[in-house]
Antibody, heavy 121, light 110 residues
Framework: EVQLLESGGGLVQPGGSLRLSCAAS????????MSWVRQAPGKGLEWVSG????????YYAESVRGRCTISRDNSKYTLDLQMNRLRVDDTAIYYC??????????????WGQGTLVTVSS | QSVLTQPPSVSGAPGQRVTISCTGS?????????VHWYRQFPGTAPKLLIY???NRPSGVPDRFSGSKSGTSASLAITGLQADDEADYYC???????????FGGGTTLTV
């Protein structure tokens, strides 16, 4: 059974930093691209960042590009998101998601339970 | 404002059929990209409900079906049950933005 367990969320002041982690199990981690998707309180879903399975190519939403860095350690089955210069509108639940290859683009077939990031003074 | 447009809410009586629309554009749904649907119960993570327009993961009952035509897609739920109450999100890929995009979500009330 696929399991994705996020950690690292919390309360941080505007301009601060936070590192989110996701521990994966139950599948061959190195065989799948991974992403972070977030959900602001009472709002919809927003894809944030992704990383390819082996060469580690990274990609980001415009809203976080330059402030966030995604990384993975295939030997430890972990996915991280380093978030810097945090803003109030970064407040959200952050989900670790596993990609599933589609016909042309992937979709997200497994989601973690999420970790809450609150940016407030 | 979401790239994909969904109605904020839909409702139906037990046993009825409802549909949830998802409208995009020529750079996402209208292009070659498939549409996927997720269901989210309050306080829990989203879960894949329909993938590649009209395919159900194992364990999803055939009361749930999806379709895609032109720049739009739809999720249909037949034989509505009380525990179908949830938020439903469509998702695709946008070639102009080069990002995965979601609809704003639709709250189903039974």
């Amino acid at each position: 059974e696929v399991q994705l367990l996020e950690s690292g969320g919390g309360l941080v002041q505007p301009g601060g930093s936070l590192r989110l982690s996701c521990a994966a199990s139950g599948f061959s981690f190195s065989s799948y691209d991974m992403s972070w998707v977030r959900q602001a309180p009472g709002k919809g879903l927003e894809w944030v960042s992704g990383i390819t399975r082996s060469d580690g190519y990274t990609y980001y939403a415009e809203s976080v590009r330059g402030r966030c860095t995604i990384s993975r350690d295939n030997s430890k089955y972990t996915l991280d998101l380093q978030m810097n210069r945090l803003r109030v509108d970064d407040t959200a639940i952050y989900y670790c998601v596993k990609h599933r290859p589609g016909r042309f683009r992937d979709y997200f077939d497994s989601w973690g339970q999420g970790t809450l990031v609150t940016v407030s003074s | 404002q979401s790239v994909l447009t969904q109605p904020p809410s839909v409702s139906g009586a037990p046993g009825q059929r409802v549909t949830i629309s998802c409208t995009g554009s020529s750079s996402n749904i209208g292009a070659r990209y498939d549409v996927h649907w997720y269901r989210q119960f309050p306080g829990t993570a989203p879960k894949l409900l329909i993938y590649a327009n009209n395919n159900r993961p194992s364990g999803v009952p055939d009361r749930f079906s999806g379709s895609k035509s032109g720049t739009s897609a739809s999720l249909a739920i037949t034989g509505l049950q009380a525990d179908d109450e949830a938020d439903y999100y469509c998702q695709s890929f946008d070639s102009s933005l080069s990002v995965w995009v979601f609809g704003g979500g639709t709250t189903l009330t039974v």
